[in-house]
């Protein structure tokens, strides 16, 4: 019976529900960066609009200083509601912080205000807390059921799947699964967010729309370990939108300059598995001049060549020279035995 329901909540609500794949997802994003997450209870106790109800008093107080201070805030930022997980060292008033990778502990409604004032207006650490850094990547599932019924649907399902299949690569340590609240576009369930270290190193955040359990090893095994974007499932991500960043490679392209060739020699795709592809370029230009025998004698041979050419007039006149010197010796020899 329980299969049964099951069955009918995906073909409904779920994975197979008939608006899956019907809508274009590119730029369904607004453009931000900068994500600010508090961490506060579980997504299953959440109401529908966490950030006016009265039930939740922390939440409440910091959708309204967003509200207050937002023009003052110069980095376009998002902020969004996670769930606490105790086991993995988010408690509630927890803030995480992306693309910084900083935790701040201990936000309540009283502090909230200095939070705004240091921290998102002003760019600096809070006075009233220490800001620890965060490691690996942070992946988030919209699983908001009281707001939307096909988030609810997705949401675990998905998480569970992330959090097995995590397991079996052996990367518990590495990636953190998160459930968050509303995040907009609800008809893309599942909605996930990643947050994780890119091809340069940078902190990219990808937003997908339309993700199955099936998309989950791709999701880790290329975005998460090689930093690959999947693009049939991407809804945008932080910084630049998807069609700037189009766009700028197409104005490249119109300028002649070869952006395929062009390849950062010092930049480091860090894999969650730990195995680094970092190149230095110094280290790179020296493997050109590697010393080596073969180098020494290629070398030697270059040195030789460069001491000055004897010109056939010069050799000439130095023969000219000897052949007069051994003119006069002879003629004195000669003199010395007539006398």
């Keep these: 019976m329980a299969s049964e329901n099951a069955a009918a909540d995906d073909a409904v609500n779920g994975f197979t529900r008939p608006e899956m794949y019907t809508e274009n997802l590119a730029g369904t994003v607004d453009a931000y960066d900068r994500h600010v997450f508090l961490c506060y209870k579980s997504h299953v106790s959440w109401p529908s609009r966490i950030e006016a109800s009265d039930s939740d008093p922390l939440p409440k107080r910091v959708a309204a200083a967003f509200k207050a201070r937002k023009n003052d805030i110069t980095v376009k930022t998002k902020i969004t509601v ?12 927890d803030v995480l912080i992306f693309p910084e990778m900083i ?17 998102l207006i002003n760019g600096k650490p809070w006075s009233a807390g220490v800001p620890e850094v965060l490691s690996g990547s942070h992946v988030y599932v919209c699983a908001h059921a009281s707001r939307d019924v096909r988030c609810g649907v997705c949401g675990p399902v998905l998480i569970n799947k992330l ?10 340590d590495q990636i953190s699964v998160t459930a968050c609240s509303h995040i907009g576009g609800h008809k893309y369930a599942g909605n996930v967010i990643i947050y994780s ?31 690959e974007v999947i693009h049939r499932l991407l809804r945008g991500q932080m910084g630049p939108s998807v069609a700037e960043v189009k766009g700028a490679d197409d104005q490249k392209v119109a300028n002649g300059e ?9 930049g480091c795709c860090q894999g969650v598995n730990g195995v680094s592809c970092c190149r230095s370029a110094s280290v790179e230009k020296n493997n050109e001049i590697e010393e080596t025998p073969e180098a020494h004698k290629k070398q030697g ?12 007039r010069d050799i000439l006149a130095a023969v000219g020279v000897v052949g007069a010197v051994a003119v006069v010796a002879v003629a004195y020899k000669l003199y010395r035995r007539a006398g």
């Design 163 to 172: 959090n097995e299949e995590i397991e079996l690569r052996g990367l518990k």
């Design 82 to 93: 996670c769930e606490a997980r105790e086991e993995a060292g988010f408690s509630d008033g």
């Design 258 to 266: 070869d952006t395929a060739s062009k390849e950062n020699v010092g």
């Design 103 to 119: 935790k701040y502990r201990g936000l309540e409604e009283s502090n909230v205000d200095s939070f705004f004032e240091d921290v």
């Design 301 to 312: 041979r270059k040195i030789c060549s460069n001491w000055p050419v004897l010109q056939q």
């Design 197 to 227: 270290p890119g091809a340069d190193g940078k902190i990219t955040g990808h937003w997908y729309g339309y993700v199955t359990p099936d998309d989950v090893s791709e999701l880790l095994d290329k975005d998460i370990a090689k930093g």
